[in-house]
């Protein structure tokens, strides 16, 4: 494999920019919009449907780190505690300010079993993405081990058989296979997509070798398929209102294992994972506080808070404005978000330095989580 000599800022902007789509859908599916499956189509609903956007970011984030994880031999469980650690700050944290502070909840709020959950929130899948994650990150290692054992093209086929069956055939039919409630099959078939690119496509094998080097095709790929899901949005809340056969496609549109969030997430992955662009301090200390602003803004607690009383998304369900405050509020969200988070890390790393000796040269450790 080839050994990198300088962190490439490409990745680092396409994780920012996962998270922005997965702010700018959480804008669309939790401002209190009162649109309703089979209500028909009109303006605001087709843009806040479009821009639910939250499954390309999910596909387009695991796709980024499984491309680095893919030379991932050996277990490090302490960089996934780490998450962990911070995942269990920030629901305590906000547990604290909103339900002992200020006396919001329920009274489930204030029960022990409550409280077990916030101080376990991964187990409890408190936050999904970092649970599924975190088992993604645990088990790469041994993934890696396997697809050792195979071949270009069965690694191909495997690869091609997991999109059939848990994106293409959910999209089309919505069948599931077996596994409603947990998007962790999908997250490995993702890996095995991001593994694929890495050690295939880049060495010049394989089908996606030609197409990775095609960067007409793979912008047409990306555009194309966004714009065909935006067609069906509008063709589907057309028609569901008399047929309604169609009416469980809409909130199928938008899911995480949509072939139209997978096609578009690897065609902008494969179009920029190598472009050449120059990186600074900034982008990468944003880049690295991305799951820091998912915990902060997606936060039980908080978020209603965010989007009905700060933002107040649903008092512009019909409004010509609606796409502007959809940009300025998830682009506030993200920027306060990523500002609060690499605070965060700047006080633990400070605590750090005074409770631990500074490591020598060449063994400091990686704040992300997809290095060796």
Known sequence: MRERTKRQAAPELLRILAMLAIIASHYATKGGFTYTDGSGLSAGRWFLQFFSLGGFGDDLFILI???????????????ALRLAGVTLFYSLLFYLIFVLLLGGG????????????????????GYWFITDYIVLYLTA??????????DEKTHRRLMLGGI????????????????????????????????????????GQGPLAELSGNR???????????????????????????????????????????????????????????????GTALL??????????????????????????????????????LPLHMAVSVIAVFVVCAALESLRRLVF???????????????????RFDKK
């Open 349 to 367: 790393r400070g605590i750090g330095s005074v409770l631990s000796p500074a490591p020598k040269s060449g063994e400091g450790g990686s704040t």
């Open 65 to 79: 780190s499984a491309y680095f994880l893919s030379e991932k031999r050996k277990s490090k469980p302490s960089k």
């Open 216 to 278: 007409i095709k793979l912008l047409l790929l990306f555009t194309g398929t966004l714009l065909l899901r935006g067609l069906l949005i509008a063709i589907i809340d057309q028609v569901s209102p008399r047929v309604g056969f169609f009416v469980p496609y809409e909130s199928k549109l938008s899911e995480i294992d949509q072939f139209l969030f997978f096609l578009p997430a690897a065609a902008l992955f494969l179009l920029l994972r190598r472009a050449g662009i120059g």
């Open 164 to 203: 059939c069956m848990f994106s293409l055939t959910p999209s089309v039919l919505r069948a599931d296979f077996g596994a409603a409630g947990s998007w962790l099959p999908w997250f490995v078939v993702l890996y095995l997509t991001g593994t694929y690119i890495r050690r295939y496509a880049d060495e």
């Open 141 to 150: 290692p041994y993934l890696n081990r396997m697809l050792d054992t195979l």
């Open 106 to 125: 329920t009274e489930y709020d204030r029960s022990w079993e409550k409280l077990l959950r916030i101080l376990l929130p991964v187990p409890f899948g």
């Open 284 to 321: 990468y200390e944003t880049a690295a506080s991305v799951l820091g602003v998912y915990l902060i803004h997606n936060n039980e607690y908080l978020k209603n808070v965010l989007w009905h009383d700060i933002f107040r998304a649903q008092n512009l369900q019909d409004s010509p404005w």
